[in-house]
């Protein structure tokens, strides 16, 4: 589920890791990613998911959020 993925995205940043660290290890690898990351702002990075919501990472805030 989205909120799962969300919740171990924020987890690994809590824990110390980058974004490219949590996409190689965690987003590349999970069946509800559709697509590579797109840069949508300055600081700001959307991965889309397969049921149509996005996975958005505030690098500013160190956290991601669903949309």
């Not at 965690?26 to 700001?44: D, F, N, T, Y």
């Amino acid at each position: 589920m989205p909120v799962d993925l969300l919740e171990i995205c924020n987890a690994a940043l809590g824990d110390g890791a980058t974004f490219p660290a949590i996409w190689k290890t965690i987003l590349l690898h999970s069946p509800l990613v559709k697509g590579s990351p797109v840069q949508q702002a300055a600081g700001r990075l959307e991965v889309k998911l397969i049921n149509g919501q996005r996975l958005i990472y505030e690098s500013d805030e160190k956290r991601f959020q669903l949309a």
